[in-house]
């Protein structure tokens, strides 16, 4: 069954057999996806557990199809675009929080991730359909290959690194225009802007209530 991260969160605080590690994993994933709602997170997760092959350095994980496929048919979040950035965004963040060091939880939370950005990264480009990539995978030649070498995974982790990118560019645009305009030698052009702004605003919306031309 399905459970919030607040109760997965007071999981770990109250019972003391919980480990570090678990309290770890929580936090990283709070902290990379903190705008998606607790039932796309747990979705998220849950895909990355159907889909594990077992070992995070084997990237066959076609005995799972069956699994995968009858997962996705209700819960298809993972592999939905926002959902592959997603996975995308988490495995980043894992991976710049293990300080390089194989043996943390947020490297282990990395190499699932990024096994798990494969398989959804592969099923969106088979427009969803899980038992139809599964099935060219399992053919061999050349789609097997792209899958084996987790070429979706990085096609996926390109993309998302070039969107947040031109993302931060545009906030730096933005702060900019800010510093430019809005420093204390600039403040009364910036006031008299202002103020004709809203006298114009005014004069429309005066428009708009009292008519031009209309007596009383």
Avoid at 90 to 119: F, I, K, M, V
Avoid at 154 to 169: R, Y
Wanted: aromatic share 8%.
């Amino acid at each position: 069954p399905k459970m919030p991260l607040q109760a997965v969160r007071k999981d770990i605080d109250t019972d003391p057999t919980r480990s570090d590690t678990a309290s770890r994993v929580y936090e990283a994933i709070s902290s990379a996806l903190p705008e998606l709602q607790n039932e796309q997170v747990v979705d998220m997760l849950e895909f990355m557990y159907v889909q594990y092959s077992g070992s995070s350095f084997n990237p066959d994980n076609t005995e799972k199809a069956s699994h995968v496929s009858e997962f996705l048919e209700t819960r298809p979040f993972a592999v939905t675009p926002d959902g592959v950035d997603s996975l995308a965004k988490l495995a980043r963040y894992a991976l710049g929080q293990s300080d390089g060091q194989g043996n943390t939880p947020e490297h282990q939370l990395w190499l699932l991730s990024s096994g798990a950005l494969n398989t959804a990264a592969a099923i969106l480009d088979f427009e969803g359909d899980a038992a139809r990539l599964f099935d060219a995978v399992s053919r061999g030649g050349l789609e097997r290959g792209k899958y084996m070498q987790r070429h979706y995974a990085t096609v996926a982790m390109k993309k998302h690194v070039a969107q947040a990118e031109l993302k931060a560019q545009d906030m730096e645009r933005r702060k900019g225009w800010l510093r430019k305009h809005f420093v204390p030698e600039n403040m009364p052009i910036a006031m008299a802007t202002t103020t004709l702004v809203a006298a114009g605003i005014a004069w429309l919306l005066s428009l708009w209530v009292v008519p031009v031309g209309l007596s009383f």
